[in-house]
């Protein structure tokens, strides 16, 4: 079979197409996938170009959805021909998240999806959302449970309340979808006033651009008629931060979960404080958490927003338009 190896250190001229032996068959509990499609993630990134120190023959990628095609005995999850997606802990099925780790991550501590099979543990996948692609179900596992969890399992969502995204990326247009879907007021930034118009087709109430406007934590106050929005999904770290506490309402939710704007700053204590703001540092999420976005999908029917498609063989092309920066929603490597 077709596998990528991250070779030398990393570095997206070091992606290496190599061919591996099929794995096997699947022994008791597990399954066997033929992986269909990945989706490019941040930290995916990280670990191609070496800035996640891997093995030298690290396959990469966390995300892998593709179709069912052998069942160990004791399977009870799949049974063969079901579009499968993989898990970003294998090992965190459900309730409070384990010590974090990436020892056993996808793509990290362990081989990844960027190869055509795995034998996995049947419970380091779920089910599909009905009728989804492979490559729309591969946009789930890091993406979407994050903006998820970050939402709805720690946020506690509900109709009618305020949430604010941030830029155009995976995380944030998942959050956008989610928040739409549990009737929510969103407004949505972007560096890009193309990508604000491409927001507000899906359905962004308010649209701000955080380079024009700086002082966006203000605007989106104002917006709020004073009061403040009640969810910021927070993937700029430090950078954004202050703008977030700004935004947000009297006991308003943070959810940080990216750095894309700085790893660290100061801590503004007193607005923190003052405002009883609930922050909540949160990495992804479990197998319990995507049963539930699965569910949730079924039922209200949103489809993730795809960015351009690249064959296996041109992961490191694909990284390279995910580094500059033009992409809108999720990069899909077919497999
Ligand atoms: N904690 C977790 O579990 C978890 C899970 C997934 C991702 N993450 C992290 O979350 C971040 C986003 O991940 P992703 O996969 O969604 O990335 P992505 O798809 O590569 O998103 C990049 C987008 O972020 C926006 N952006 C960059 N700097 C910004 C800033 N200063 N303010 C507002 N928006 C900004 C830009 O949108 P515009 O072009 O519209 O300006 C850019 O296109 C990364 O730091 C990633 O590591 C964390």
Not at 52 to 62: A, E, K, N, Y
Not at 77 to 97: H, I, M, N, Q, R
Not at 159 to 179: D, F, K, N, P
Request: charged letters at 20%.
């Amino acid at each position: 079979m077709k596998a990528i190896e991250v070779h030398g250190g990393g570095g997206l001229d070091k992606l290496a197409l190599v061919e591996r032996a099929d794995p096997g068959e699947p022994g008791r509990g597990e399954i066997k996938v033929r992986i269909r499609a990945s989706s490019l993630n941040y930290h995916d990134l990280m670990v191609v170009k070496g800035m996640i120190p891997t093995p030298g023959d690290r396959v990469p990628m966390s995300d892998g959805a593709g179709e069912v095609v052998a069942v160990g005995e004791g399977v009870t999850d799949f049974k063969v021909g079901d579009l499968a997606v993989s898990t970003f802990f294998p090992d965190w099925l459900d309730g409070e998240p384990p010590e974090t780790s990436f020892n056993r991550v996808p793509g990290d501590g362990i081989d990844g999806y960027a190869r055509e099979q795995v034998i996995m543990p049947a419970t380091a996948f779920t089910q599909a959302p009905k009728g989804w692609s492979a490559a729309e179900a591969a946009t789930i596992t890091c993406a979407g449970v994050t903006a998820w969890r970050c939402l709805v399992a720690d946020g506690h969502l509900k109709a009618g309340e305020t949430v604010l995204v941030q830029g155009t990326g995976g995380v944030s247009i998942y959050a956008l979808q989610i928040a739409k879907a549990f009737g929510c007021e969103v407004i949505a930034t972007s560096s890009s006033d193309e990508k604000l118009e491409r927001l507000k087709a899906l359905g962004a109430d308010h649209l701000i651009n955080y380079k024009t406007t700086p002082g966006w934590g203000g605007k989106a106050r104002e917006l709020t008629n004073g009061r403040g929005v009640d969810h910021v999904v927070e993937i700029g770290g430090s950078g954004t931060m202050p703008q977030s506490i700004t935004a947000s309402r009297i006991g308003g939710h943070i959810g940080l979960i990216g750095v894309l704007a700085g790893y660290s700053g100061e801590i503004p204590t007193v607005a923190i404080m003052g405002k009883s703001i609930k922050l909540i540092g949160l990495t992804v999420g479990s197998r319990r958490h995507q049963q539930d976005m699965v569910r949730a999908i079924d039922v209200t029917g949103f489809r993730p927003v795809l960015d351009k498609h690249f064959p296996l063989a041109e992961l490191g092309a694909a990284f390279a338009h995910q580094e500059s920066g033009t992409h809108f929603g999720k990069i899909i490597v077919d497999i």
